[in-house]
């Protein structure tokens, strides 16, 4: 069945994601601004603790010298992770504060995907996070390129954040060792510009999600790999403070970070695909991703055209 006209003007006005009204959008900037404060509080703490030893190591270079400085730099990490997290807060806060000033809330809200690849510098950044099966339960990306690389990924079972969340390392790939190190993934995100690809577990385990990060230059930075690893580490601190239950006005934590599932239309999708082509969910997925792929359309937007507009795949 075919899209009409009607029918793409219907899909535009729902491709923009609902939002909570502005009183529940004013709680959520002060939670914000609440979070980024305790974090500075506590990279105070952890910047008390680190002077006090680097101080006893100046005074006893010999006896508690080693010693000393090696308590200092762990506080000092610490210090430094705080500090990102607060500068996300507080990124993420403004953004949403400037769609309030311009009375323009009820229409966009900004991720914290988006917010996440201004603080490091990079156009595109995806968030995944994984269930207890190590599956990908919520995806957020800051623009169509994050969506599409994480679609390949999808699709050809290898890339980045596979790797990191097999491995559990910081992985940093470059230029022509996209296609050495992922042969079908690495020529096929090229084709989307990507040039350099970064990816960082949220935890040392790898078992709770990843960070991932596009550009189309060449190289990517030690400092944006260091800010990338503070930003995850930051992430998965407070993921794992803050309950993933949902509250008395029904928005979930995941939703207070910015981290609504952007595939949430696609899971519905593949709901009616399954039962259209009698197939399983993970085959309904894989019709949707690659009708996706074939037409050069986000994979969100097909499943709309399943879900509002009768686009059927069998």
């Not at 305790?38 to 990279?43: D, I, T, V």
């Not at 990816?199 to 999600?209: E, F, N, Q, Y």
């Not at 944006?224 to 601190?237: E, K, N, P």
Request: glycine share 8%.
């Amino acid at each position: 069945m075919g899209v009409g006209e009607g029918g793409l003007a219907g899909r535009e006005r729902r491709s923009i994601r609902d939002v909570p009204p502005i009183d529940d959008m004013s709680t959520c900037i002060g939670e914000l601004r609440q979070w980024a404060t305790a974090e500075r509080r506590r990279a105070a703490t952890d910047a008390a603790v680190a002077a006090y030893y680097e101080q006893q190591a100046a005074q006893s270079p010999v006896s508690f010298g080693p010693d000393r400085l090696k308590r200092a730099a762990v506080h000092r990490r610490a210090e430094a992770c705080h500090h990102a997290a607060a500068r996300l807060h507080e990124r993420h806060a403004a953004r949403l504060q400037a769609q309030l000033d311009k009375a323009e809330a009820t229409v966009f809200r900004p991720g914290f995907a988006t917010a996440t690849a201004t603080v490091l510098g990079m156009p595109s950044t995806a968030i995944a996070l994984l269930d207890g099966q190590r599956a990908i339960a919520v995806l957020a990306a800051s623009d169509a390129i994050a969506r599409a690389a994480h679609d390949l990924e999808a699709m050809m079972g290898e890339g980045p954040v596979h790797a990191v969340t097999t491995k559990s390392t910081l992985i940093r790939v470059q230029g022509p060792a996209l296609r050495d190190r992922w042969p079908r993934y690495g020529p096929a995100v090229t084709e989307l510009g990507v040039q350099a690809v970064l990816a960082v577990p949220l935890l040392p385990t790898g078992s709770l999600g990843a960070l991932c990060a596009y550009t189309r230059e060449p190289a990517i930075t030690d400092n944006t790999v260091a800010a990338a690893g503070r930003i995850a580490a930051s992430l998965a601190r407070a993921m794992l403070q803050v309950p993933h239950l949902q509250d008395s006005k029904g928005d979930s934590a995941l939703q207070r970070f910015g981290l609504t599932d952007d595939r949430a239309v696609v899971h519905q999708a593949a709901g009616t695909v399954s039962v259209q082509c009698h197939c399983s969910i993970n085959d309904a997925v894989a019709l949707l991703r690659a009708r996706a792929y074939a037409s050069g359309q986000p994979v969100e937007q097909v499943a709309v055209a399943v879900v509002h507009d009768g686009l059927r795949l069998d």
